[in-house]
């Protein structure tokens, strides 16, 4: 490890080979957390290129546990939708929220989280506040997304080498240090599904977030990095101010922006859009699925919602995608993916 810390120090790129050995070592137990540390500290300081993530991520989902989907056994475009996290504004599970308008407009959900770390309540949280198991294991997962349009992939489970990693993790995260394993979370879905939104909070994460997942192979996936009123970053796309888009297919990328007024939304403000624990984000959810809020929080979920139609080619635009989030909802069949997902076993 000692000799790849020193090359990162020297300022020269890692090579694949580098890398495969990078993460061996840093799956290994036997090693000094504070070898680990310092080659971590050393690559965020040097800076990552979206070429040395991209690598990571593929070393580190050889390792993970085969979900065993079959991409053939359905006839509905694969996605995950997440965020980064780290924007520190204390909103309701969006992303989640979005999974099951996603379901219910012929998309095949399949979510890879955890519980939450930078924030009171992670996907995981909150899909067990709803008696949603999160647990479930490899052979049950095809069942559950064929029957119920959504499957949850819990990363503490499908990446269990990771836990040799946490020891280090906890260290430079005391130490206010950044690692790459910021940046790996919503990359390491074991799925590998065809298409993706990600949500950053920092805007320079953009480009290289869409870099990545034109080299991870994605058909078509967006990376976005939404503003408020006041202009905080936000890891979702915006009903308050304006959000950048890399759009990103095998051969290019493109970059835009959506404004809220172009949209077929109302206005709103960031307090309108505040969560609070799994138990209470749990119950924000249901109220958007069952059409009882009717306001900037059902606005925002099916705004990310639309995104996902159109990534996964659904409709033509994301107008065209809010007509059809809107009715999944209206329509009741956001709350029947729900009550099947509850039921499922």
Not at 24 to 31: C, I, K, Q, R, T
Not at 132 to 146: G, M, Q
């Amino acid at each position: 490890m000692e000799s790849l810390t020193d090359k990162i120090q020297s300022g020269a790129f890692l090579s694949a080979e580098d890398i495969r050995a990078a993460a061996e070592m840093l799956l290994d137990e036997s090693l000094s957390i504070e070898s680990k540390a310092e080659f971590l500290t050393s690559f965020s300081q040097r800076g990552e290129t979206a070429e040395e993530i991209a690598l990571f991520a593929e070393e580190f989902l050889t390792r993970s546990v085969d979900p065993k989907i079959s991409k053939s056994s359905t006839d509905r475009p694969l996605i995950d939708v997440c965020g980064t996290g780290g924007d520190k504004l204390d909103l309701f599970n969006v992303s989640t929220t979005s999974v099951f308008i996603l379901a219910a407009g012929g998309l095949a959900v399949v979510k890879h989280g955890n519980r939450g770390i930078t924030s009171k309540s992670g996907g995981a949280d909150v899909l067990e506040s709803l008696g949603i198991r999160i647990d479930l294991p490899p052979e049950d997962i095809s069942r559950c997304l064929d029957e119920v349009g959504a499957a949850f992939l819990f990363a503490q489970m499908y990446h269990p080498t990771f836990k040799s990693v946490a020891p280090v993790r906890k260290l430079l995260a005391e130490r206010g240090q950044r690692t790459m394993f910021n940046l790996l979370g919503p990359l390491l879905n074991p799925a590998r599904p065809e298409y993706q939104l990600i949500g950053v909070f920092d805007p320079a994460a953009g480009p290289k977030f869409a870099e990545i997942l034109k080299k991870l192979g994605r058909k078509r996936a967006w990376t976005v990095h939404g503003t408020t009123e006041t202009g905080a970053g936000m890891d979702e796309i915006s009903n308050l101010g304006l959000t950048h888009v890399w759009s990103t297919d095998p051969d290019d990328t493109v970059e835009s922006t959506l404004q809220p007024e172009n949209l077929d939304i109302g206005p709103a403000s960031l307090s309108d859009l505040v969560g609070g624990d799994a138990e209470e984000n749990a119950e924000i959810l249901v109220s958007i699925l069952s059409g009882s809020e009717q306001g900037p929080k059902r606005d925002l979920v099916a705004l990310n919602a639309a995104a996902g139609f159109a990534i996964a080619g659904i409709v033509e635009n994301i107008n065209a995608g809010l007509s059809l989030a809107r009715e999944t909802i209206d329509s009741g069949k956001a709350l029947a993916v729900l009550r099947k997902w509850q039921e499922f076993s």
